[in-house]
């Protein structure tokens, strides 16, 4: 099944530095949503991207689309502390009925 | 507004006993999804619910089902449960399918024994 891959898996910053994270995927996409989720509990709806856009913003957080890389990245600004989560890309493909999520990627923002 | 709401937050389960998950979606959503996370595996979907019906599930066996009730809410149960079944299991709605955001409940922590 297709599947979102989020690159790096681990990332280390200083607070106030920006973080970025890339999600690759296999096949053609409805839309992208990137999740946050902290210590094991629910996940957090961050951004959702549809496949005719290139870019969102909200608040510190950037998503970019490129659908003929078959890529998204999620950028955060000004990192804080309580941005120290787990990150998820997760696609919708048309027809295949479900929200498919990658492995996530661990951000760790040192105050 | 109330957001997805799981219960119970904790559950611990002896192997071979049946396990019971409640979600309750978000007012004026009518998707609801189970999806299981257990350590080192990501996030595995389970099923989707769409106006009272199953309109997917995920590669796990038949002793996992569900169902949603005409107030869109669903319960999840899982039969004859093994220790590989120990999971934070999530649920999750959305006002029309995939095409839009999914809002994730807090999750129901199950540990079999």
């Known amino acids: 099944s297709q599947q979102g891959e989020e690159d790096p898996q681990a990332l280390s910053i200083q607070e106030g530095e920006n973080a970025t994270m890339n999600c690759s995927y296999k096949?053609?996409?409805?839309?992208l949503q990137w999740y946050r989720q902290n210590s094991g509990r629910g996940l957090v709806h961050l951004i959702l991207?549809?496949?005719?856009?290139r870019e969102k913003h909200s608040g510190r957080l950037r998503v970019t689309l490129d659908t003929s890389k078959k890529s998204s990245s999620l950028l955060i600004t000004a990192s804080r502390a309580a941005d120290t989560a787990s990150y998820f890309c997760?696609?919708?493909?048309?027809?295949?009925?479900?929200?498919?999520f990658g492995k996530g990627n661990q951000v760790v923002v040192i105050p | 507004e109330a957001g997805v709401t799981q219960s119970p937050t904790h559950l611990i389960k002896t192997r071979g006993q049946q396990a019971t998950l409640r979600c309750s979606p978000i007012?004026?959503?009518?998707?609801v999804y189970w999806y299981q996370q257990a350590l080192g595996l990501g996030l595995q979907f389970l099923l989707w619910?769409?106006?009272?019906?199953?309109?997917n599930r995920g590669n796990f066996p038949p002793r996992f089902s569900g169902r949603q009730f005409p107030n869109y809410s669903s319960e999840l149960n899982v039969n004859a449960l093994e220790l590989e079944d120990s999971a934070l299991y999530l649920c999750?709605?959305?006002?029309?399918?995939?095409?839009?955001?999914?809002?994730f409940g807090q999750g129901t922590r199950l540990t079999v024994v």
């Open positions: 999750a709605s959305s006002l029309w399918g995939f095409n839009t955001e999914a809002f």
């Open positions: 096949t053609s996409i409805n839309n």
């Open positions: 991207i549809r496949s005719n856009e």
């Open positions: 997760a696609t919708a493909v048309y027809g295949n009925n479900r929200l498919a």
């Open positions: 007012s004026g959503h009518t998707s």
């Open positions: 619910y769409d106006e009272g019906e199953e309109r």
